[in-house]
């Protein structure tokens, strides 16, 4: 039995009618201490069969170190959304519930190679110029999270020195413990810099960019 009903695949075809380039799914497993992990294998597995743009591979996490290694993956299950490039998009935890839509929205600019991101915002991100992680914590009945996943890695593709990460808090105690996350979307931003909700783009930019004058 599939995970997709069939009204969704049929929505989703005709979404994926509109790729421009190809995309990968990039999916980190492990068999053992991975609860999810079936679960969404099975779903990348629809997702691919939906358009012949979209390709899935799988990784062994605890078995090839040289393709965690590149990804810098630190905990699975990872999804890596790859288009021309890798533009630092990730899932940590199964993207379920509210967060299956940040997941086609992201299929949809990594094809496009760009986002809907304003003018302004676009031209204040290429003041990043070293590695900033954003961590945005969530959980699937989240309404407002997806709107912050999404922000975040419309940060990341438009800027190369950014990765942002979804992190299922749930999947992840020790380390929604280890940020104090108590509600979310919870943001973290190197380490420095931490804020609550899902802020309108210019307020998430001005968080990202405060980060950079925290070194």
Known sequence: MGVLQE???EYLRNEFSKLKNDVRLILF???DGCTYCSDEKM??????????????EYYDYGGQADKKDTYKVDKFPALIIEGAKDYGIRYYGIP????????IEDIMDVSQGTTN?????KTRLK??????RIQVFVTPSCPYCPKAVRTAHKIAIENEFVTADMVEATEFPDISNRYSVQSVPKIVVNDDVEF??????DQFVDGVLSALEQH
């Open 127 to 132: 003041a990043i110029n070293r590695p900033v």
């Open 43 to 56: 779903l990348m597995d629809e997702l691919s069969s939906l358009s012949p743009k979209i390709k899935v």
């Open 7 to 9: 009204k969704d695949k």
């Open 96 to 103: 379920a519930g509210y967060e299956f839509a940040s997941v």
């Open 29 to 31: 497993t492990q068999e």
């Open 196 to 201: 609550v909700g899902a802020l309108p783009e």
């Open 117 to 121: 991101l304003s003018d302004n915002s």
